[in-house]
């Protein structure tokens, strides 16, 4: 199902994508600049703290995409009032001070993640009844990890697909607080979620991390938005303890977004598989998202990095392939590892297991793909390895239905002829306007 939200387009820029988009390969000298749109992360974390928060909050910056659409439309039916300006790229949230007008409803979250995750949180910790589901892929998508920490708290929470998997049934009173642990090492975004939604609860609440954590840099966001929205839990040493004091509580900002990250990362790879320079604007050393720290990767294959005050700029070529652990920047492994098609030597990517169970298994399919450009692929638990040769062909690459992989290897084609990608729609995710701004940067 699709919802109609007022100001941002349902379905959008699909009917002008066909079902297979052609790349075509850059001629001459890459010299671009971009600003991308709002990251997808933190618009997810502001909707929905903006919701929760006493008064009037404005967003600037806000990304237009499928997932952002599905959380304003889940707000919506949960009874926030959110009006949209997209010329402005801008949001009015009117907050419901941590209890939700509508106290029953159902949600279709499509494929996000970040809405079915942080909305299990918030409502089990509200109380309600709810239900909440997704295309057949989400019923993959384990959530088991965040419905065990809730109910550890008290809330009446289940899954109705195998293996803890979506629908996700809620039929709870509001939490009074307490004690619960989460792994860490499947995914950020169930800590994220109850992270948001502590201050919920009516007395206090400690929540505790078991294990390693991955994709560390969102929780470390997460605080960070926390803070700025008048939430600031205690935080252990070793951060692996928060806890939240039962005063704590939402309170209106004005809040600009950054451009994503993540969405960066493929521009700064088409520097280092094509040469030239590529800039972009908006993000910089003092950026609150992980993923910027993808060009440090591309350093150690040989590119050259300059930093400016709100501006980063990747030179390539890259060079050499590196051995690196992406764990916490699992997000732009897809990207790295075009890039590693095109440098002497192997590459290996390491500690990113959690990446089978995102939109589509991102090592096991993302390995298939990569064998297409005819590069010696092996696979890993955790990760995989890649030894380019030195003359690759074209090829025809299935997404998936997942953004990242009809990104990430369409770069492939800014310098291999013949690269096809299939259902390029499903950019529309996270970055609708991605092939546009594509041919416009690389012109």
Not at 11 to 34: D, F, H, V, W, Y
Not at 127 to 142: A, K, N, S
Not at 151 to 178: F, H, N, W, Y
């Given at each position: 199902?699709?919802?109609p939200?007022?100001?941002?387009?349902?379905?959008?820029?699909?009917?002008?994508?066909?079902?297979?988009?052609?790349i075509?390969?850059?001629?001459?000298?890459?010299?671009?600049?971009?600003?991308?749109?709002?990251?997808?992360?933190?618009?997810?974390?502001?909707?929905?703290?903006?919701?929760?928060?006493?008064?009037?909050?404005?967003?600037t910056?806000?990304?237009?995409?499928?997932?952002?659409?599905?959380?304003?439309?889940?707000?919506?039916?949960?009874?926030?009032?959110?009006?949209i300006?997209?010329?402005q790229?801008?949001a009015?949230?009117?907050?419901?001070?941590?209890?939700?007008?509508?106290?029953?409803?159902?949600?279709?979250?499509?494929?996000?993640?970040?809405?079915?995750?942080?909305?299990?949180?918030?409502?089990?910790?509200?109380?309600?009844?709810?239900?909440?589901?997704?295309?057949?892929?989400?019923?993959?998508?384990?959530?088991?990890?965040?419905?065990?920490?809730?109910?550890?708290?008290?809330?009446?929470?289940?899954?109705?697909?195998?293996?803890?998997?979506?629908?996700?049934?809620?039929?709870?009173p509001?939490?009074?607080?307490?004690?619960?642990?989460?792994?860490?090492?499947?995914?950020?975004?169930?800590?994220?979620?109850?992270?948001?939604?502590?201050?919920?609860a009516?007395?206090?609440?400690?929540?505790?991390?078991?294990?390693?954590?991955?994709?560390?840099?969102?929780?470390?966001?997460?605080?960070?938005?926390?803070?700025?929205?008048?939430?600031?839990?205690?935080?252990?040493?070793?951060?692996?303890?928060?806890?939240?004091?039962?005063?704590?509580?939402?309170r209106?900002?004005?809040?600009?977004?950054?451009?994503?990250?993540?969405?960066?990362?493929?521009?700064?790879?088409?520097a280092?598989?094509?040469g030239?320079?590529?800039?972009?604007?908006?993000?910089?050393?003092?950026?609150?998202?992980?993923?910027?720290?993808?060009?440090?990767?591309l350093?150690?294959?040989?590119?050259?990095?300059?930093?400016?005050?709100?501006?980063?700029t990747?030179?390539?070529?890259?060079?050499?392939?590196?051995?690196?652990?992406?764990?916490?920047?699992?997000?732009?492994?897809q990207?790295?590892?075009?890039?590693?098609?095109?440098?002497?030597?192997?590459?290996?990517?390491?500690?990113?297991?959690?990446?089978?169970?995102?939109?589509?298994?991102?090592?096991?399919?993302?390995?298939?793909?990569?064998?297409?450009?005819?590069?010696?692929?092996?696979?890993?638990?955790?990760?995989?390895?890649?030894?380019?040769?030195p003359?690759?062909s074209?090829?025809?690459?299935?997404?998936?239905?997942?953004?990242?992989?009809?990104?990430?290897?369409?770069?492939?084609?800014?310098?291999?002829?013949g690269?096809?990608i299939?259902?390029?729609?499903?950019?529309?995710?996270t970055?609708?306007?991605?092939?546009?701004?594509?041919?416009?940067?690389?012109?």
């Amino acid at each position: 199902a699709t919802f109609p939200i007022r100001g941002i387009l349902p379905n959008q820029n699909r009917s002008t994508l066909t079902p297979m988009q052609e790349i075509t390969p850059i001629i001459g000298i890459l010299n671009g600049t971009l600003r991308p749109p709002g990251s997808k992360s933190i618009t997810n974390r502001a909707l929905l703290m903006a919701a929760l928060a006493h008064g009037q909050t404005e967003l600037t910056g806000l990304l237009n995409s499928d997932d952002t659409r599905v959380m304003i439309e889940g707000l919506r039916i949960l009874g926030v009032s959110i009006e949209i300006n997209l010329p402005q790229q801008s949001a009015t949230i009117e907050g419901c001070g941590g209890q939700f007008p509508q106290p029953q409803a159902e949600i279709d979250v499509e494929n996000s993640g970040t809405t079915i995750r942080f909305l299990t949180a918030a409502l089990a910790m509200a109380g309600g009844h709810y239900r909440l589901d997704g295309i057949p892929r989400m019923r993959q998508r384990p959530i088991g990890p965040l419905v065990d920490a809730l109910q550890m708290l008290g809330a009446d929470v289940k899954t109705e697909s195998p293996d803890q998997c979506p629908p996700v049934i809620i039929d709870s009173p509001r939490v009074i607080g307490g004690v619960t642990r989460v792994r860490g090492d499947l995914s950020s975004q169930y800590l994220s979620g109850l992270l948001m939604a502590a201050p919920l609860a009516q007395s206090e609440v400690c929540l505790s991390v078991e294990g390693a954590l991955v994709s560390r840099p969102y929780i470390e966001m997460t605080l960070k938005m926390q803070h700025d929205f008048g939430v600031q839990p205690v935080v252990s040493s070793t951060a692996d303890q928060f806890i939240f004091d039962p005063q704590s509580a939402y309170r209106s900002t004005h809040y600009t977004i950054e451009p994503d990250a993540s969405a960066a990362s493929y521009f700064f790879a088409a520097a280092a598989i094509c040469g030239g320079r590529a800039t972009v604007l908006g993000l910089d050393r003092s950026s609150i998202q992980g993923d910027i720290r993808f060009v440090e990767c591309l350093a150690k294959m040989g590119c050259t990095v300059e930093y400016a005050d709100g501006s980063t700029t990747v030179i390539g070529p890259a060079k050499k392939g590196i051995d690196v652990d992406m764990s916490e920047i699992s997000d732009t492994v897809q990207t790295l590892t075009a890039v590693a098609l095109f440098v002497d030597g192997p590459t290996r990517v390491r500690n990113v297991a959690h990446n089978r169970i995102k939109e589509t298994d991102r090592i096991g399919n993302l390995a298939i793909e990569l064998r297409k450009f005819g590069a010696t692929v092996t696979e890993f638990d955790d990760g995989l390895a890649i030894q380019p040769v030195p003359t690759m062909s074209g090829a025809t690459i299935e997404t998936y239905n997942d953004h990242r992989m009809a990104m990430s290897l369409a770069l492939v084609g800014l310098k291999v002829p013949g690269v096809k990608i299939l259902n390029p729609a499903c950019v529309a995710k996270t970055y609708p306007q991605f092939f546009a701004d594509l041919k416009r940067f690389c012109r």
